[in-house]
Protein backbone atom coordinates (compact mmCIF):
# COMPACT_ATOMS: atom_id res chain seq x y z
CA UNK A 1 0.00 0.00 0.00
CA UNK A 2 1.28 3.24 -0.83
CA UNK A 3 1.57 5.77 2.24
CA UNK A 4 1.45 8.82 0.28
CA UNK A 5 -1.34 10.57 -1.82
CA UNK A 6 -0.13 13.47 -3.90
CA UNK A 7 3.38 13.20 -2.28
CA UNK A 8 1.68 13.77 1.35
CA UNK A 9 1.52 10.73 3.93
CA UNK A 10 -2.22 9.88 5.04
CA UNK A 11 -1.69 11.49 8.53
CA UNK A 12 -1.44 14.75 6.90
CA UNK A 13 -4.42 14.55 5.46
CA UNK A 14 -6.50 13.50 7.82
CA UNK A 15 -5.04 16.77 9.92
CA UNK A 16 -6.15 18.65 7.12
CA UNK A 17 -9.40 17.15 6.97
CA UNK A 18 -9.58 17.77 10.94
CA UNK A 19 -8.74 21.49 10.22
CA UNK A 20 -11.38 21.77 7.31
CA UNK A 21 -14.06 20.05 10.16
CA UNK A 22 -12.79 22.49 13.06
CA UNK A 23 -13.47 25.44 10.62
CA UNK A 24 -16.53 24.45 9.72
CA UNK A 25 -17.36 23.74 13.75
CA UNK A 26 -17.11 27.07 14.16
CA UNK A 27 -18.69 28.82 10.53
CA UNK A 28 -21.74 27.60 9.82
CA UNK A 29 -24.93 28.31 8.17
CA UNK A 30 -26.94 30.51 10.82
CA UNK A 31 -30.55 30.97 10.36
CA UNK A 32 -31.74 34.67 9.78
CA UNK A 33 -34.18 36.43 12.47
CA UNK A 34 -37.19 35.76 10.90
CA UNK A 35 -36.03 32.20 9.71
CA UNK A 36 -37.67 29.04 11.61
CA UNK A 37 -35.91 25.38 11.80
CA UNK A 38 -37.13 22.28 12.85
CA UNK A 39 -34.69 20.83 15.03
CA UNK A 40 -33.95 17.80 12.56
CA UNK A 41 -32.76 20.92 9.83
CA UNK A 42 -30.99 22.84 12.16
CA UNK A 43 -28.79 19.68 13.70
CA UNK A 44 -28.41 19.16 9.95
CA UNK A 45 -27.00 22.66 8.58
CA UNK A 46 -24.86 22.87 12.03
CA UNK A 47 -22.81 19.46 12.48
CA UNK A 48 -23.46 18.11 9.14
CA UNK A 49 -20.22 19.28 7.33
CA UNK A 50 -17.98 19.36 9.98
CA UNK A 51 -19.26 15.37 10.65
CA UNK A 52 -18.69 14.80 6.97
CA UNK A 53 -15.23 15.80 7.56
CA UNK A 54 -14.41 13.84 10.40
CA UNK A 55 -15.90 10.91 8.89
CA UNK A 56 -13.61 10.92 5.76
CA UNK A 57 -10.57 11.75 8.38
CA UNK A 58 -12.04 8.39 10.11
CA UNK A 59 -11.74 6.74 6.76
CA UNK A 60 -8.41 7.75 5.55
CA UNK A 61 -7.19 6.16 8.60
CA UNK A 62 -8.76 3.46 8.84
CA UNK A 63 -7.86 2.76 5.17
CA UNK A 64 -4.22 2.97 6.95
CA UNK A 65 -4.57 0.94 9.99
CA UNK A 66 -7.89 -1.11 9.72
CA UNK A 67 -8.65 -2.05 6.19
CA UNK A 68 -10.41 -1.66 3.22
CA UNK A 69 -13.75 -2.35 3.97
CA UNK A 70 -13.69 -0.39 6.65
CA UNK A 71 -12.69 2.45 5.13
CA UNK A 72 -15.70 2.35 2.55
CA UNK A 73 -18.17 1.99 4.86
CA UNK A 74 -16.81 5.14 6.63
CA UNK A 75 -16.33 6.87 3.45
CA UNK A 76 -20.19 5.98 1.89
CA UNK A 77 -21.56 7.04 5.22
CA UNK A 78 -19.72 10.65 4.58
CA UNK A 79 -20.87 10.76 1.04
CA UNK A 80 -24.34 10.31 2.51
CA UNK A 81 -24.01 13.37 4.86
CA UNK A 82 -22.57 14.94 2.36
CA UNK A 83 -25.88 14.85 0.10
CA UNK A 84 -28.27 14.95 2.65
CA UNK A 85 -26.01 18.21 4.11
CA UNK A 86 -26.56 19.64 0.76
CA UNK A 87 -29.96 18.62 0.03
CA UNK A 88 -30.98 20.26 3.01
CA UNK A 89 -28.92 23.32 2.61
CA UNK A 90 -30.26 24.09 -1.04
CA UNK A 91 -33.71 23.18 0.30
CA UNK A 92 -33.63 25.55 2.63
CA UNK A 93 -32.30 28.21 0.55
CA UNK A 94 -35.38 27.82 -2.47
CA UNK A 95 -38.22 26.94 0.87
CA UNK A 96 -40.41 29.80 -0.07
CA UNK A 97 -41.18 32.03 2.53
CA UNK A 98 -44.60 33.29 3.90
Known sequence: MNSTFWGLPVEGWVGLCLAVAGFYWVVWPRP???ERRSVWTGFILRW????????LAAALLAYRFVGLLTAQVLGLAG????????????GRRFKPRG
Do not use: S
Not at 48 to 55: Q, R, T
Not at 79 to 90: D, G, Q, S, V
Open 48 to 55: GHALVWVL
Open 32 to 34: TPD
Open 79 to 90: LALYILFMTTLI
